[in-house]
C-alpha cells in the first residue's frame, strides 16, 4: 500500500500583506516548501490549491491555473478547492488522495486568501457566503452570530462562561506571540478581552479570528520516492472529511460539529491511534467556542468539559494536550482559504523538531482539524513523526 509523507512545507507572515499581491503570496508561500524538501519545481505532478472567495474579496477566479502559472508550472494539472473556510484542508486530502491513490508521486497543495483589501462589512459578506442563504444570511445573521449561537446553546446546556472562552483567545495569543508568521505577535490579557466588546453577544472582539492575508504549502510524497530521494519527511497517516447540514436550524444539536466528531472517528481508525496518542492538534478555533467545541468533538475532553480543561491550563503549551501551539485561527490569523495547509505546515514544523519557542516537547503525533462555515465540512489530518510505530 502507498503511504504518503510531507516532505517540506512553507507560509508567507499572515496578517495585513499590503505590499504582497495575492500571486505573489502563492509563489512566496510555494518556493519556500519546494526549497525546504530540496525538489526542483519540474519535479512536481499536479497542484491542488485552497481558496475559498477570491471572486469576492479580489475579483479572481480561475485560481488552479491562476497558481500553475504564476508558480511556471504549466501544463500540470492545478486544481482549485473550495469549501469556505475548509477549502485549505480539502486540498490538503486532495493531494493526499492523488499520492495514495498511484495516481501521482509528488504534489504540490497550496492554500491562498487575500481578505484585507475590502472593507470589514465586505469581508463579512463575503464570509457569509458559507452559511445558508435562506435560513441564516438573507435574515441579517453574520458568522460572529451563527457561532455566538453555538456558544449561547454550550453555555446553557453545560455551564461554559465567557471568562473560559476568553481564556481560549489568551491561550493562543500567546502561542501567536512565538510565531513569527503570525499575525498577531502580543499576548493579551484576559480582562482585555472580556473589555473587547460584543460583535454578537456572547462573542467579543478578542474571541474572533481576525480578518487576514496569507498563503501556504507543503509538498507531499509517496514514502518510497522520498526514500529513494533521500529526503526528509514526516509520515501523512490519514486525512479524512465529513459533511453535515448547512443551516444550524436543521441540526439536532447546536453543542456538537457532528462532521468533526465523524472524520475524527474515520482518521483516528485509518491511523490505527486513538485520541490518547494524540500529542498535540491544530483545531479551528475560528472563535474561541468554536476550540472548546473542538477539543471535545475530537475526543480530547468530554462533552461539556472543554471550558473548564481550558480553565485549568490542560491545553496550554505544557499542558496535557497542547492545542494550537502555532496559535491557532485566532492568533495566527485566518486566511479562510490557506488556514488547513498552514495548519498542516505547522505539524510539519513541530514533528520535525523546529517549531523553536512553541516546540511541543516529545511530539509524535499530531492532528489538524479545518472547519468549514459552522460545520458543515471538517476536515480531520493525521501526521506522525517518521519511524513511530503507533
Ligand atoms: N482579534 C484581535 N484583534 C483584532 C481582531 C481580532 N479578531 N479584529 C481586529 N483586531 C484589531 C486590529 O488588529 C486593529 O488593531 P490596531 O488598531 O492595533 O491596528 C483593531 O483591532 C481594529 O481593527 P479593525 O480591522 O478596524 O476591526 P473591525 O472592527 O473592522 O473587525 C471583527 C473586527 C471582529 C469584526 C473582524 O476581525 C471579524 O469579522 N472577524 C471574524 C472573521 C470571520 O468571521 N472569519 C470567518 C470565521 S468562520
Given at each position: 500500500m502507498i503511504e504518503v509523507v510531507v516532505v517540506g512545507a512553507g507560509m508567507t507572515k499572515f496578517?495585513?500583506?499590503?505590499?504582497?499581491?495575492f500571486r505573489q503570496m502563492i509563489a512566496d508561500a510555494a518556493i519556500k516548501a519546494l526549497v525546504d524538501s530540496g525538489l526542483a519545481g519540474e519535479k512536481i505532478e499536479a497542484i491542488y490549491g485552497g481558496c475559498m472567495a477570491s471572486g469576492r474579496f479580489i475579483?479572481?477566479?480561475?485560481?488552479g491555473a491562476l497558481i500553475a502559472d504564476q508558480l511556471g508550472l504549466n501544463p500540470i494539472p492545478s486544481t482549485r478547492c473550495e469549501a469556505a473556510c475548509a477549502s485549505g484542508g480539502v486540498a490538503l486530502r486532495s493531494g493526499y488522495l492523488a499520492v495514495k491513490s498511484g495516481e501521482h508521486d509528488i504534489v504540490a497543495v497550496g492554500g491562498v486568501e487575500k481578505m484585507t483589501d475590502v472593507s470589514t462589512e465586505d469581508a463579512s459578506f463575503a464570509l457569509g457566503g458559507a452559511g445558508d442563504q435562506e435560513t441564516e444570511l438573507f435574515h441579517g445573521a453574520t458568522f460572529p452570530s451563527l457561532y455566538a449561537l453555538l456558544a449561547r446553546r454550550h453555555m446553557i446546556e453545560y455551564g461554559t462562561t465567557e471568562e473560559q472562552m476568553a481564556m481560549v483567545a489568551v491561550k493562543n495569543h500567546k502561542n501567536a506571540a512565538n510565531n513569527p508568521n503570525a499575525q498577531f505577535q502580543s499576548e493579551v490579557t484576559l480582562e482585555e478581552v472580556m473589555n473587547s466588546g460584543y460583535v454578537a453577544e456572547p462573542i467579543k472582539v478578542l474571541d474572533c479570528s481576525p480578518v487576514t492575508d496569507g498563503a501556504a504549502a507543503v509538498i507531499l510524497c509517496s514514502k518510497e520516492k522520498a526514500e529513494a530521494l533521500g529526503m526528509k519527511y514526516i509520515e501523512m497517516a490519514a486525512s479524512e472529511q465529513a459533511s453535515d447540514t448547512i443551516s444550524l436550524a436543521a441540526r439536532k444539536s447546536l453543542t456538537e460539529l457532528r462532521a468533526t466528531m465523524e472524520a475524527a472517528r474515520k482518521a483516528y481508525k485509518k491511523a490505527g491511534i486513538t485520541q490518547e496518542d494524540v500529542d498535540f492538534a491544530e483545531v479551528h478555533d475560528c472563535f474561541t467556542i468554536a476550540e472548546i467545541l473542538a477539543i471535545e468533538d475530537l475526543g480530547?475532553?468530554?462533552?461539556?468539559?472543554g471550558g473548564i480543561a481550558t480553565e485549568k491550563g490542560l491545553?496550554?503549551?505544557?499542558?496535557k494536550i497542547p492545542i494550537n501551539p502555532s496559535g491557532g485561527l485566532k492568533g495566527k490569523g485566518h486566511p479562510v482559504g490557506a488556514t488547513g495547509v498552514a495548519q498542516a505546515v505547522e505539524a510539519f514544523n513541530q514533528l520535525m523538531g523546529r517549531a523553536e519557542k512553541r516546540q511541543v516537547k516529545n511530539a509524535e503525533i499530531g492532528l489538524t482539524h479545518n472547519v468549514g462555515g459552522s460545520g458543515a465540512t471538517a476536515i480531520v489530518s493525521i501526521f506522525k513523526k517518521a519511524g513511530v510505530k503507533k
Open positions: 496578517g495585513e500583506n499590503w505590499e504582497s499581491s475579483g479572481q477566479e480561475h485560481i480530547f475532553f468530554k462533552k461539556g468539559e491545553t496550554a503549551l505544557n499542558g
